[in-house]
């Protein structure tokens, strides 16, 4: 989860996984039943990622802490100790939401923007501020986003470079410039300039 201050409004966003314990999963069965699991009902409509399999399903319904049902039937193969991962839809992991000025607290339902996929970009990772900008970043790509008055209203989200950050502990301001670490390694943005530090 990350959040930033600018011009008196507070952005958050969080893309946190849920991988506690292991799952067992079954081929042609739709019941998941976890182990050390704490599956909550807010958990329908999230997507299902087992390990080793290539296909991704939806969470239908949540019958307890140990017990999830997914929309189809598993098609991989039968696993009593599958490593797995409950993720929220790409869409939610690319919006930010903000609250109200000078209210970090007040976040209305509707105070949100999603920030447009760019191919391979990935969710957003990562969230900084320098000098009055907001730099929201994805493994593959960093964005400012900046605005007025309002942010759904006069606020523009534009591409600042061509690479990102893994994560938001992956990134350190020192005097006005931004160091962040992606696939590619070490990089330094100042602004303006996106150059590689070796």
């Known amino acids: 989860n990350m959040a930033c201050m600018v011009l008196g409004r507070r952005f958050a966003c969080g893309n946190d996984d849920y991988n506690d314990g292991c799952i067992c999963v079954t081929n042609g069965s739709a019941t998941v039943t976890g182990k050390g699991t704490a599956f909550t009902s807010a958990m329908v409509g999230r997507t299902l990622d087992v390990q080793g399999s290539t296909a991704s399903y939806s969470i239908s319904a949540v019958g307890s802490t140990t017990s999830l049902t997914i929309s189809v039937v598993y098609a991989g193969?039968?696993?009593?100790?599958?490593?797995?991962?409950?993720?929220?839809?790409?869409?939610?992991?690319?919006?930010?939401?903000?609250?109200?000025?000078?209210?970090?607290?007040?976040?209305?339902?509707?105070?949100?923007?999603?920030?447009?996929?760019?191919?391979?970009?990935?969710?957003?990772?990562?969230?900084?501020?320098?000098?009055?900008?907001?730099?929201?970043?994805?493994?593959?790509?960093?964005?400012?986003?900046?605005?007025?008055?309002?942010?759904?209203?006069?606020?523009?989200?534009s591409p600042a470079a061509r690479r990102g950050c893994i994560n938001n502990r992956c990134h350190v301001l020192v005097d006005g410039n931004a160091y962040l670490l992606d696939n590619l390694g070490i990089h330094l943005f100042t602004g303006n300039d996106d150059m590689p530090v070796s």
């Open 77 to 157: 193969t039968t696993d009593a100790f599958a490593g797995y991962a409950i993720r929220n839809s790409l869409t939610e992991r690319r919006t930010v939401y903000f609250s109200e000025p000078n209210l970090p607290e007040a976040w209305p339902g509707t105070n949100s923007f999603v920030i447009q996929e760019a191919p391979g970009s990935g969710a957003v990772s990562a969230m900084f501020v320098l000098g009055s900008w907001l730099f929201i970043a994805t493994p593959y790509r960093l964005y400012l986003f900046s605005y007025q008055q309002y942010p759904t209203m006069d606020g523009f989200v």
